[in-house]
């Protein structure tokens, strides 16, 4: 029930993605950014290198051009030791998750919150459950969430679902996300674009929030 360890691959770059059915373009005035995911527990089964180095960095670079833009930014993050009940049917898949020391619930430095940022109390795959995080959105005006983090087949595609689901526009930035495998992560692309999204890379994720 444990994660399983990940084996290098390289991320889809442009030219690789799926084609969205879904028309739409982010803008800058509209968009809010969701780092998802990225706790050193959830960090862990990757290997040096490819996948999670370039992710990082591609992460790292959207968190500081949506910062200099004034687009806000949100972090998913769970915490250690959760309550059997509480932690529900993610139990009987995935065991009892990550214990409350820093080594498991920290956020990567290198992309750690500052001030002005979002830190929601993830509960499930998807980040809306049981967080403010559409409440947060509206009130500042945004409909379009920009999503990066881990992992790209179940909270980084729950999420884009559920964003569709509250006409929400989402979109997957695929060379700033990272899974399992490159066929998990096709597959999330696949069935984002397929169903309530639009996935695209980094750089154009960048020309969106309007770093020169």
Partial sequence: ?????????????????????????????????????????????????????PVVANIARLIAAARAAGVPVFYTAQKGDQFRPDRGLQADLWGPGMNAIPEHEEILPELAPAAGDFVLHKHRYSAFQRSNLEHLMRARGRDQLMICGIYAHIGCLATAAEAFQRDIEAFAVADAQADFSREKHDLAMGWIAATCGVPLTTDHALTALGEE
Avoid: S, T
């Fill in 1 to 53: 029930m444990a994660l399983p360890g990940i084996a290098p691959y390289d991320p889809p770059i442009q030219g690789e993605l799926p084609q969205p059915r879904g028309p739409w373009q982010p803008r800058r005035d509209r968009l809010a950014l969701l780092v998802h995911d990225m706790q050193r527990y959830f960090c862990r089964p990757f290997p040096e290198g490819a996948p999670l180095a």
